[in-house]
């Protein structure tokens, strides 16, 4: 018997092209379709730019909050799995069309508020209001010497750390 191990895993990281508009499916369930720009680098024959306009497919809580919090322009990072099929063209009967798409499993901002309004890259993206959370202020305190040294080594000032407080939120 043949053991086949398959993987079907997106990782998306690119600006929006327009606002998301949330939907209702007829079960009832949120629905949110979007496109995203992702930069392929530069063509070394033309100089150009290339881009490769992705649509991602978003349900329920996903697409809640693509259509709440984000909006055109914004970076958002994508994670998912690609979906692929087809359908005849009602115009030509002999007339096959392919779609290819990610279906989103995760969706997250792929900068900060304030990285976002300095943003460099020659977009324009909209105010979004995005509520506020309070994050805890951490003190961090210079490391004491120690008093009886006998390894010959210092620990120095830690001052230019700081704490990492979760997994989303590491300092690089």
Known sequence: MLNSCAINKVILMGRLTQNPELRQAPSGASTCRFTVAVDRGMNSSTNERQTDFITVNAWDKNAEFASRYLTKGRLVLVEGNLRTGSYDDRNHPDVKHYTCEVMA?????????????????????QQFSQPQYSQPQYSQQPAQQPQNNQQGFSVGDLSDFEEVIGNNELPF
């Open 105 to 125: 499993e995760r969706i997250s901002f792929g900068e900060t508020k304030s990285s976002q309004d300095h943003n460099a890259g020659g977009y324009a993206p």
